[in-house]
């Protein structure tokens, strides 16, 4: 069963910058995808950025191109994602999962952590 943790959101100014973690408490993240969903205060879950843990192939949603990056560290099976230049459209819970295969629809994914908030001021 694949656990998820994540950590690293706070408060930060407009242009600043937040690294968030997830850790992974699983026997092989070979196969996986992993992903960063994002969800503000009254909409919808949305898909931020995915990276295939085998190939370190990644994906990016278009509001965050250029800013945002994710990556892995295999040997402490964790995944990153490294925000700069925030904004306040960034404010959201961030939520850390993992399923087979990636998808853009969030419920899709099986597998999800608790969530970490991410607030932008201005």
């Known amino acids: 069963q694949v656990q998820l943790h994540e950590s690293g959101g706070g408060l930060v100014q407009a242009g600043g910058s937040l690294r968030l973690s997830c850790a992974a408490s699983?026997?092989?993240?070979?196969?996986?995808?992993v992903a960063w969903f994002r969800q503000a205060a009254g909409k919808e879950r949305e898909f931020v950025a995915t990276i295939i843990w085998s190939g370190g192939n990644t994906l990016y949603a278009d509001p965050v191109k250029g800013r945002f990056t994710i990556s892995r560290d295999s040997a402490k099976k964790t995944v990153y994602l490294q925000m700069n230049s925030l904004n306040s459209e960034d404010t959201a819970v961030y939520y850390c999962?993992?399923?087979?295969?990636?998808?853009?629809?969030?419920?899709?994914?099986?597998?999800w952590g608790q969530g970490t908030q991410v607030a932008v001021s201005s």
């Open positions: 999962a993992a399923a087979p295969r990636f998808s853009r629809n969030w419920r899709e994914w099986d597998t």
């Open positions: 699983v026997p092989s993240f070979s196969n996986y995808a």
